[in-house]
């Protein structure tokens, strides 16, 4: 037991490690780059959310609901040895869905429409994820490689339907969906004093919690994770792993879905906007879900330190900086992360020595 | 005629990048080492390469210096790929997450550099390096139409580098000894195979033809850079997956895609797709679906390296 916990307590400095290491190495950008203002403008890192009081914690939670979802999803696929790339295309498909159906299906009564709009989203996801899955399971198709061609798919796709249904011309982009399609405030914006801050945070908490239970605590969760571990076996210990593999990321997708019905019914004044770019999320996602170790609990922590970090450079641009500082210094901790070997070494050895002092000491 | 012409002379602006840079994945895949942070080191090489552009030339111009940017940004694509070639071999680290790490890292470094120093994102660079006729091969019939006009040297430094390439992993020592390393490198190192030596040439190899590949697509279609390559590193390995790993089958997929790219971006200046009554977001669909059906079909036997993506670990063996 004790060993289980020193493990858990290695890992989870490791992590700290790679944490600071990337926001020293962002430091030292800040100092190269304009030495006068490094030390105000990193501090503004640092602080992140806290700079504008309640506020800024409510848009910290803001950034990091869809970024959460995203992180979920590549985190799911992840247990079952899948690389979940098409997250973004996922995450565009849900976005329309939620969409479409908040412009167009204005005769469902308030309070429903909105959780329509949701399961349209969830539903759109996990159709785009079921494509992968069933190239993969069937066809031998490597997920990733399908990952990235519906990825593009789904953009021009969204594109289309978007000019083609909800269109604004003079702005090139959607509509406003209807008010009984947004998120509620529940309160929140009160609370984080007009922060954007929705609902939307405590539903991807709700599916936080709902992955955990997944993974830990069933049967299927288990069979999931076994396909990962090592494919072979759970087929000789007669699981199914076609279904799994189907199953693992049309979840995934769902998640992913869901996530963009959250950031787009937001009311904050986000729409889709018709461009030839696949949705960042989806990307953002991959470094949540390794920054969290594909941990539910750990994805929910690195959406928030994200999320964090993300207010702390606007913050910064006051004081002359460019915010893609934090894009690299969330590259420079996922980069830490993966030399997580490095660190355990390092932590191992400085818990020897301190070890071996001990031994000593009671020797004498 | 023409028509077929024009869609060669396009088809070659978006195959010779996707090309280059999937034999460079080839290179670090068939040492064992999966390079997913292709699309980073791209934007890498663009990134420097095109700068070196903007800032020479005023004092110099013209095909001289577009090779010394090609190679500048192979330099620099080589030695950002140390970073994930350090990550995946030293440290035998998870090689999709050093991989996803340079990703992100790449367009936030150009994007914040090129604001911090000029102000705005864009790099902008005067295209004097298209050449509406080759001397002497141009005036050839037929080919000289398809493959000496409207076209620019990168053309012939990709397919320069695709043979050699494709040579030195066939033909060579080194080339049977890379193979070795992503098959079984077990194997390889009982007989005397240095393997994290082999593994790193890969990464360096694929590193530098991704940021050659790199300013390779930027120069023909662009005459600024804005940070991106519009997902041709992802595409690359896509081509690289669909050419099951085989310098050859790398060729044809890289074509195949390339013609359906152009077809899908061109289609308005070739007469009958463009009076089909098809909108221009379902042309832009049509490479990925294809290429989604094609692969249904083709990758039932997958040929990818045994080794691939696994740290090799002597004690393991």
């Given at each position: 037991?004790?060993?289980?916990?020193?493990?858990?307590?290695?890992?989870?400095?490791?992590?700290?490690?790679?944490?600071?290491?990337?926001?020293?190495?962002?430091?030292?950008?800040?100092?190269?780059?304009?030495?006068?203002?490094?030390?105000?403008?990193?501090?503004?890192?640092?602080?992140?959310?806290?700079?504008?009081?309640?506020?800024?914690?409510?848009?910290?939670?803001?950034?990091?609901?869809?970024?959460?979802?995203?992180?979920?999803?590549?985190?799911?696929?992840?247990?079952?040895?899948?690389?979940?790339?098409?997250?973004?295309?996922?995450?565009?498909?849900?976005?329309?869905?939620?969409?479409?159906?908040?412009?167009?299906?204005?005769?469902?009564?308030?309070?429903?429409?909105?959780?329509?709009?949701?399961?349209?989203?969830?539903?759109?996801?996990?159709?785009?994820?079921?494509?992968?899955?069933?190239?993969?399971?069937?066809?031998?198709?490597?997920?990733?490689?399908?990952?990235?061609?519906?990825?593009?798919?789904?953009?021009?796709?969204?594109?289309?339907?978007?000019?083609?249904?909800?269109?604004?011309?003079?702005?090139?982009?959607?509509?406003?969906?209807?008010?009984?399609?947004?998120?509620?405030?529940?309160?929140?914006?009160?609370?984080?004093?007009?922060?954007?801050?929705?609902?939307?945070?405590?539903?991807?908490?709700?599916?936080?919690?709902?992955?955990?239970?997944?993974?830990?605590?069933?049967?299927?969760?288990?069979?999931?994770?076994?396909?990962?571990?090592?494919?072979?076996a759970s087929k000789y210990a007669g699981i199914n792993e076609k279904r799994n593999i189907v199953l693992s990321i049309v979840i995934a997708g769902a998640l992913a879905?869901?996530?963009?019905?959250?950031?787009?019914?937001?009311?904050?004044?986000?729409?889709?906007?018709?461009?030839?770019?696949?949705?960042?999320?989806?990307?953002?996602?991959?470094?949540?879900?390794?920054?969290?170790?594909?941990?539910?609990?750990?994805?929910?922590?690195?959406?928030?330190?994200?999320?964090?970090?993300?207010?702390?450079?606007?913050?910064?641009?006051?004081?002359?900086?460019?915010?893609?500082?934090?894009?690299?210094?969330?590259?420079?901790?996922?980069?830490?992360?993966?030399?997580?070997?490095?660190?355990?070494?390092?932590?191992?050895?400085?818990?020897?020595?301190?070890?071996?002092?001990?031994?000593?000491?009671?020797?004498? | 005629?023409?028509?077929?012409?024009?869609?060669?002379?396009?088809?070659?602006?978006?195959?010779?990048?996707?090309?280059?840079?999937?034999?460079?994945?080839?290179?670090?895949?068939?040492?064992?080492?999966?390079?997913?942070?292709?699309?980073?080191?791209?934007?890498?090489?663009?990134?420097?390469?095109?700068?070196?552009?903007?800032?020479?030339?005023?004092?110099m111009n013209g095909q001289l210096l577009l090779i010394l940017a090609i190679l500048v940004s192979g330099v620099v694509g080589g030695i950002f790929s140390l970073l994930?070639?350090?990550?995946?071999?030293?440290?035998?680290?998870?090689?999709?997450?050093?991989?996803?790490?340079?990703?992100?890292?790449?367009?936030?470094?150009?994007?914040?550099?090129?604001?911090?120093?000029?102000?705005?994102?864009?790099?902008?660079?005067?295209?004097?390096?298209?050449?509406?006729?080759?001397?002497?091969?141009?005036d050839i019939p037929v080919i000289g139409d398809m493959f000496f006009k409207n076209c620019y040297i990168i053309t012939y430094i990709g397919i320069a580098i695709y043979?050699?390439?494709?040579?030195?992993?066939?033909?060579?020592?080194?080339?049977?000894?890379?193979?070795?390393?992503?098959?079984?490198?077990?194997?390889?190192?009982?007989?005397?195979?240095?393997?994290?030596?082999?593994?790193?040439?890969?990464?360096?190899?694929?590193?530098?033809?991704?940021?050659?590949?790199?300013?390779?697509?930027?120069?023909?279609?662009?005459?600024?850079?804005?940070?991106?390559?519009?997902?041709?590193?992802?595409?690359?390995?896509?081509?690289?997956?669909?050419?099951?790993?085989?310098?050859?089958?790398?060729?044809?997929?890289?074509?195949?895609?390339?013609?359906?790219?152009?077809?899908?971006?061109?289609?308005?200046?070739?007469?009958?797709?463009?009076?089909?009554?098809?909108?221009?977001?379902?042309?832009?669909?049509?490479?990925?679906?294809?290429?989604?059906?094609?692969?249904?079909?083709?990758?039932?036997?997958?040929?990818?390296?045994?080794?691939?993506?696994?740290?090799?670990?002597?004690?393991?063996?």
């Open positions: 037991m004790k060993k289980i916990n020193n493990e858990r307590f290695v890992g989870l400095s490791a992590s700290v490690l790679a944490i600071l290491c990337g926001l020293l190495f962002g430091f030292i950008l800040l100092l190269v780059t304009n030495p006068s203002q490094a030390v105000n403008g990193f501090l503004m890192i640092v602080q992140g959310g806290f700079t504008d009081g309640m506020k800024g914690i409510g848009d910290v939670l803001y950034y990091a609901t869809p970024i959460i979802m995203t992180g979920l999803s590549v985190g799911f696929a992840f247990k079952t040895g899948l690389f979940n790339i098409g997250a973004s295309g996922q995450f565009a498909a849900g976005a329309f869905a939620a969409v479409f159906v908040g412009i167009k299906w204005t005769f469902l009564p308030a309070g429903i429409h909105v959780i329509v709009c949701l399961i349209a989203a969830i539903l759109a996801g996990a159709l785009w994820g079921i494509v992968p899955g069933l190239l993969k399971a069937y066809f031998n198709v490597s997920e990733v490689i399908s990952g990235i061609m519906m990825n593009y798919i789904g953009m021009s796709l969204v594109n289309l339907l978007i000019r083609t249904s909800i269109y604004d011309q003079l702005k090139n982009q959607s509509l406003p969906v209807a008010e009984t399609a947004v998120l509620s405030k529940m309160g929140l914006n009160k609370v984080f004093d007009g922060a954007n801050i929705n609902a939307g945070i405590i539903i991807a908490v709700i599916c936080v919690i709902l992955v955990y239970i997944i993974l830990e605590k069933t049967t299927f969760g288990f069979e999931l994770k076994a396909c990962g571990l090592n494919t072979n879905g869901l996530g963009g019905a959250l950031l787009y019914l937001a009311g904050s004044g986000k729409f889709l906007q018709v461009l030839d770019v696949v949705a960042p999320e989806g990307f953002a996602g991959i470094s949540v879900a390794l920054l969290g170790s594909s941990n539910p609990i750990g994805i929910l922590f690195a959406g928030l330190f994200i999320g964090y970090i993300t207010v702390g450079g606007y913050n910064m641009q006051l004081y002359g900086f460019v915010s893609e500082a934090i894009d690299i210094i969330i590259a420079a901790i996922v980069y830490c992360g993966a030399l997580s070997l490095l660190f355990k070494t390092l932590i191992y050895k400085f818990q020897m020595k301190k070890r071996n002092k001990n031994n000593k000491k009671e020797e004498a | 005629m023409n028509i077929l012409y024009f869609i060669i002379q396009q088809t070659m602006y978006f195959a010779i990048p996707l090309l280059i840079v999937a034999i460079g994945g080839m290179y670090a895949e068939r040492s064992g080492v999966i390079n997913i942070a292709l699309e980073g080191i791209m934007v890498m090489g663009a990134f420097v390469g095109i700068s070196f552009i903007s800032i020479f030339q005023d004092s994930h070639a350090f990550a995946s071999i030293n440290m035998k680290a998870d090689q999709t997450i050093s991989g996803t790490a340079l990703n992100m890292f790449a367009p936030a470094f150009a994007i914040y550099v090129a604001r911090m120093v000029q102000g705005t994102q864009q790099i902008a660079f005067t295209d004097t390096f298209y050449i509406s006729k080759v001397p002497v091969l141009g043979l050699v390439a494709a040579y030195v992993i066939k033909n060579t020592k080194y080339g049977l000894r890379l193979r070795a390393c992503g098959e079984h490198p077990g194997a390889a190192d009982s007989v005397g195979v240095n393997v994290a030596k082999i593994r790193y040439s890969g990464v360096i190899v694929s590193g530098v033809l991704a940021g050659i590949g790199g300013i390779v697509f930027v120069v023909p279609t662009s005459t600024n850079f804005n940070a991106t390559v519009a997902g041709y590193g992802f595409l690359a390995i896509a081509v690289l997956i669909f050419g099951q790993w085989r310098s050859n089958k790398i060729l044809m997929a890289a074509f195949f895609f390339g013609i359906m790219k152009t077809l899908s971006s061109a289609y308005s200046a070739i007469p009958f797709l463009n009076a089909l009554p098809v909108s221009s977001e379902i042309y832009k669909m049509f490479p990925y679906i294809a290429t989604l059906v094609l692969l249904a079909f083709v990758s039932k036997n997958s040929q990818a390296p045994k080794a691939e993506g696994i740290p090799y670990d002597k004690s393991m063996r």
